[in-house]
């Protein structure tokens, strides 16, 4: 069964930067991360999941939400199963529990529905604050 770790969060100030780390291990025999698309979202308290980034199996594309859009980036190390997301200028309004998510689906497109992901991982918890 596949398993994700989120690794990274923590407090920063207005504006700081952050990397988080996805890390998947416990592929089913044949299969590596390049079969599947990989998804950050957050849940704010008293508000809904959301998804913030996505980037497909084999890493040919990716999606961001309009809040995050060039804000943010997603990339994979494929030597350590591991996907990044690395969030600059961060706001307030980013305060949330981070999660990744996977779905073995190859595709040239990634959604950032909660419904398109079946593994999940713990979350991470991202404070912006002063």
């Known amino acids: 069964q596949l398993q994700l770790v989120e690794s990274g969060g923590g407090l920063v100030q207005p504006g700081g930067s952050l990397r988080l780390s996805c890390a998947a291990s416990g592929f089913t025999s044949g299969f590596t991360l390049d079969y599947y698309a990989i998804g950050w979202f957050r849940q704010a308290p008293g508000k809904e999941r959301e998804g913030v980034s996505c980037?497909?199996?084999?890493?040919?594309?990716?999606n961001f939400a309009d809040s995050v859009k060039d804000r943010f980036t997603i990339s994979r190390d494929m030597t350590k199963n591991t996907v990044y997301l690395q969030m600059s200028s961060l706001e307030p309004e980013d305060t949330a529990v981070y999660y990744c998510?996977?779905?073995?689906?190859?595709?040239?497109?990634?959604?950032?529905?909660?419904?398109?992901?079946?593994?999940w991982g713990q979350g991470t918890q991202v404070t912006v604050s002063s």
């Open positions: 998510a996977a779905v073995r689906r190859l595709s040239s497109l990634c959604l950032l529905v909660v419904e398109g992901y079946d593994s």
């Open positions: 980037i497909t199996a084999r890493g040919g594309s990716t």
